[in-house]
């Protein structure tokens, strides 16, 4: 018995081998003769011990319950992951199996890879230890996660893997053993690489989850003092963690955008009095400064405490205009044009919604600001605008104009409550026209469905429109899922890789073949999410951005921008009043 021999020779691996070899098979298939010539391939020592678990085997595949399933919860079958992502981590559940075997095979013939799961548990990540309050929770595994085994990858394993999957299937077995002899569970899943790269870094909105009491019962989602704790960040998906560019902003700031060229960057900030009339208009840059100059203050007067409040604003493809949701000149009140309720519960914290609005477009040239005429009725409410890639038409949610709170209607207590105000919105298309409008259209699959569709985003060869879908009002609710639809409307699908609890916050790959999303399914502390899109438009399962921020902070506003990974470094805010500057490090 030569060393040779020995050192290549691992009884757990050749009895994975031959389970899939024969399971599946009649009884008949499993000849003396198969089981004589894998014994003579081993050394005589072995043989004896390896031929009465392969027999048992033999026997027990030759029944369509030869091996007790395993779990395979990550990835999905069928999943696509991008090239160059990071090694994501697989689960799987089994209570039969004490060790593991997994073994990956290719379709292009090259060397399958084995690895060897010992039962590492699933962890979480770091935390935040600014982001702990009373009003939250730490994370923790559910149920279902803390029974999973796990095996990541190194990355030169990873790299190796992606490079024998590009465009066709890898097939992953993964195979339990009881006291690392006897083949007990098995299952398996099939992935492939893209050949289409993410190629855009994705900037987003890091947030704590900290609601806090105010006098009179009265709840904010995050006290005033704590609003340094919001960071933006940017992320290169090859690289493992993400890069802050903006932290320390002593006034808050919610919305942001980017023009499809990668040119101007635009973002609502409520000022240094909450008056939540200033946007900042930028052109995109390594190090990017907002000044006052750059600041659009979209109150009519520039005073504190008028109506006139942009949301959801969205920067055009070249940068030009900015259209945004205004409450209109008919109302006095701001609060008269938005239902919101805060609560004390940290995994959905906020319900925000328009009921009044209208369309305008600000033109950066001009200095001038106007309705949009189509778009500008009283009648309805006319919100989360987007523009097409060519910046022709653009694509918006309507319902009919209500009041936010009607008399006596009881407060809400959590999301999805009843009592919350109840409205949906339809999607329409209107052309822009220079700013002249026209006749809004309704989308079909996209309206009139019985229920809530908004958030559109249109994506960059013009041919897809995937928005979210929800029983009531938009956006991070706990049952909003993403649907796609064709531009000019058509049959919608809900797309694969929604997961189990809220899906929005959604960004189109500038070559359309990616989108980015947020998603609780794992964390009440949102995180983020990939899916590839076809030419057809079907979606494959979502693949965790892992790594995105500490495990008690949440990901919001996802947006891909289209620039190089490390176009932006830095970004640094001196607000209006000349208050304390906020930068980001690099």
Avoid at 574 to 579: E, K, L, M, P, Q
Wanted: glycine share 8%.
């Amino acid at each position: 018995m030569g060393h040779g021999q020995s050192s290549w020779y691992r009884p757990a691996k050749h009895q994975s081998e031959f389970a899939r070899l024969i399971s599946g098979r009649p009884r008949a298939a499993l000849t003396i003769v198969t089981l004589v010539l894998l014994l003579c391939a081993l050394p005589p020592v072995k043989q004896s011990r390896l031929a009465m678990s392969l027999s048992l085997q033999a026997f027990a595949a030759s029944s369509p319950h030869a091996l007790s399933p395993i779990s395979i919860d990550y990835p999905e079958d069928g999943s696509i992951f991008p090239p160059g992502i990071t090694p994501p981590t697989f689960l799987w559940r089994d209570a039969a199996g004490t060790t593991w075997d997994i073994d990956i095979s290719f379709a292009d013939h090259s060397a399958p890879i084995h690895a060897v799961s010992k039962g590492e548990r699933m962890q979480l990540g770091s935390i935040d230890p600014d982001c702990v309050s009373d009003s939250n929770a730490a994370p923790t595994l559910t149920p279902q996660q803390a029974a999973a085994w796990t095996w990541k990858p190194d990355a030169a394993t990873w790299t190796a893997i992606q490079a024998h999957s590009v465009g066709a299937q890898a097939d992953l077995t993964v195979t339990g053993y009881r006291n690392g002899q006897i083949a007990s569970s098995q299952s398996h899943i099939t992935f492939t690489t893209s050949r289409d790269d993410v190629s855009a870094p994705i900037f987003y909105r890091d947030v704590p989850l900290m609601p806090s009491s105010g006098n009179g019962g009265s709840v904010a989602p995050l006290a005033d003092s704590n609003i340094r704790l919001i960071h933006w960040r940017i992320r290169d998906i090859r690289k493992p963690e993400s890069h802050t560019v903006l932290s320390d902003m002593p006034t808050c700031a919610n919305c942001h955008s980017f023009s499809a060229d990668g040119k101007t960057f635009g973002m609502d900030i409520d000022g240094p009095a909450n008056d939540k009339g200033l946007y900042a208009v930028v052109p995109v840059k390594k190090t990017m400064t907002i000044q006052s100059n750059d600041v659009v203050h979209w109150n009519t007067d520039g005073k504190v405490g008028t109506v006139r409040v942009g949301f959801m604003s969205q920067v055009s493809p070249t940068g030009q205009y900015v259209l945004s949701t205004f409450a209109g000149p008919a109302l006095s009140r701001m609060i008269d044009s938005y239902y919101v309720t805060n609560f004390m519960d940290y995994r959905f914290l906020q319900v925000f919604f328009p009921t009044r609005g209208i369309l305008e477009y600000y033109n950066r040239a001009t200095g001038l600001r106007e309705p949009l005429p189509g778009a500008d009725d009283p009648k309805y409410v006319q919100t989360d605008g987007v523009w097409s890639p060519d910046g022709k038409y653009i694509v918006f949610a309507r319902a009919d104009a209500r009041d936010p709170r009607p008399h006596g209607q009881p407060g809400a207590t959590h999301a999805n409550d009843l009592n919350e105000t109840q409205i949906q919105y339809d999607l329409y298309r209107i052309p822009f026209n220079d700013g002249r409008g026209g006749r809004a259209e309704p989308i079909k699959g996209a309206s009139q469905n019985g229920m809530s569709n908004n958030f559109p985003k249109i994506s960059p060869d013009g041919k897809w429109i995937v928005f979210v879908q929800c029983k009531n009002g938009q956006l991070m609710r706990p049952d909003s899922q993403l649907y796609i639809v064709p531009a000019a409307g058509g049959t919608p699908r809900r797309l694969r890789a929604n997961t189990r609890l809220m899906n929005s916050w959604h960004s189109w790959s500038p070559n359309s073949r990616w989108l980015v999303f947020s998603s609780k399914a794992r964390s009440p502390y949102t995180q983020m999410y990939l899916t590839h899109i076809d030419e057809n438009g079907d979606a494959s399962p979502a693949i965790l951005i892992d790594n995105a921020t500490a495990s008690n902070r949440a990901v919001n506003l996802p947006e891909f921008v289209n620039i190089d990974p490390d176009g932006i470094q830095q970004i640094e805010v001196h607000v209006a009043d000349g208050a304390e500057r906020a930068s980001g490090s690099h």
